[in-house]
């Protein structure tokens, strides 16, 4: 049984992306982050922190940048309404702390203004680190124009 509980750690670690990144000291991709689940956002914050994670143990080095649209915007800041709050609270707690781990492991973060006003989302209650933008389309825009891999985060 105990063999059996290490399978999946083992198999894991003997993992890797070498055919992807032959040759690459580093990567550069901006997240568009469009996730209208507080509990869907959360796991794919836990998910872009393991691949920040995995990178390093790759030997690449990891330039990202999320930029929080639509729907998202409604899950990361400090004044959620009332009923998302209700409903989600778990799930908001945690995605703080995810953003507070990614800031830490250095991750970039935008959030799209026009997304914050359709939401009723006031910009100074964003969580600490993000920063609200004119346009998070032209972020997105300008990131992939200067290199940047683009990564859906969709519904």
Same mark, same amino acid.
């Given at each position: 049984?105990?063999?059996?509980?290490? #399978? %999946?750690?083992?198999?894991? !670690?003997?993992?890797?992306?070498? /055919?992807?990144?032959?040759?690459?000291? =580093? @990567?550069?991709?901006?997240?568009?982050?469009?996730?209208?689940?507080?509990?869907?956002?959360?796991m794919?914050?836990?998910?872009?922190?393991?691949?920040?994670?995995?990178?390093?143990?790759?030997?690449?080095?990891?330039?990202?940048?999320?930029?929080?649209?639509?729907?998202?915007?409604?899950?990361?800041?400090? #004044? %959620?309404?009332?009923?998302? !709050?209700?409903?989600?609270?778990? /799930?908001l707690?945690?995605?703080?702390? =995810? @953003?507070?781990?990614?800031?830490e492991?250095?991750?970039?973060?935008e959030?799209?203004?026009?997304?914050?006003?359709?939401?009723?989302?006031?910009?100074?209650?964003?969580?600490?680190?993000?920063?609200?933008?004119?346009s998070g389309?032209?972020?997105?825009?300008?990131?992939?124009?200067?290199?940047?891999?683009?990564? %859906?985060?969709?519904?």
């Amino acid at each position: 049984m105990a063999a059996l509980a290490l #399978a %999946p750690t083992v198999v894991a !670690e003997n993992l890797h992306n070498r /055919a992807a990144i032959d040759g690459l000291e =580093s @990567v550069k991709a901006v997240y568009d982050v469009r996730k209208s689940n507080p509990n869907a956002l959360d796991m794919y914050l836990k998910a872009i922190i393991t691949n920040v994670e995995n990178l390093e143990k790759e030997g690449v080095q990891a330039d990202l940048v999320m930029v929080f649209i639509s729907h998202s915007v409604k899950f990361i800041n400090t #004044a %959620p309404a009332l009923e998302t !709050e209700a409903d989600y609270g778990d /799930a908001l707690a945690s995605i703080a702390k =995810s @953003v507070e781990t990614l800031q830490e492991l250095g991750v970039r973060m935008e959030a799209c203004n026009g997304a914050t006003r359709a939401f009723d989302v006031d910009n100074d209650t964003l969580l600490p680190g993000i920063e609200p933008v004119r346009s998070g389309f032209i972020s997105l825009m300008g990131y992939q124009n200067n290199g940047y891999a683009l990564i %859906p985060v969709y519904d």
